[in-house]
């Protein structure tokens, strides 16, 4: 069992499919809230090496941490991020993900690098990684029944939908 991060997908996809005129390369994702995924890449020799980890940051304070031209690659956050870089003078190019559509292949070349070096996750131990802590958690025990609401808590007397068959 192998875990591949997403961001590492899109980037060698961006990398892959749009050259390496730009020095970095950065995915971008709608992480709603005003934020996005992201993480950047420094365009070396043989690929891409991961200048930062997993982030989720708002668009300017990801404009903040890009010092040069980038090549941007996912949804339409990407082309907003593009224009608040162009305002500070940087040329960067933006991918759309109709352009990344083949990013399968990335994954299992994303995989089969790991296995190559070794890198094989347990199962037991391998976990997503979500960046921002989930909002809805289930904690066994607490009670989440409000008056007002119109849920209400399921109980024996409501298990059926009509009164007798």
Do not use: H, N
């Not at 591949?4 to 980037?11: F, N």
């Amino acid at each position: 069992m192998i875990g591949v991060s997403s961001l590492d997908c899109l980037a060698l996809a961006a990398l892959e499919e749009g050259g390496t005129s730009q020095g970095l390369v950065c995915p971008v994702v709608d992480a709603r809230k005003g934020e996005v995924y992201t993480a950047l890449y420094a365009i070396v020799e043989d690929g891409l090496e991961k200048l930062t980890d997993d982030l989720v940051v708002t668009l300017e304070a990801l404009t903040a941490r890009i010092d040069r031209g980038v090549l941007l690659a996912s949804d339409s956050k990407a082309s907003e991020v593009m224009a608040l870089l162009s305002r500070r003078g940087f040329d960067s190019r933006c991918l759309s993900s109709d352009e990344l559509e083949s990013c399968g292949v990335y994954v299992a070349a994303t995989g089969a690098e790991r296995l190559a070096r070794g890198a094989i996750d347990q199962v037991r131990t391998l976990q997503p990684i979500y960046v921002r802590p989930a909002e809805a958690i289930f904690r066994p025990g607490e009670s989440r029944a409000t008056t007002d609401s119109k849920e209400s808590v399921w109980s024996a007397e409501r298990k059926t939908s009509s009164g007798s068959i």
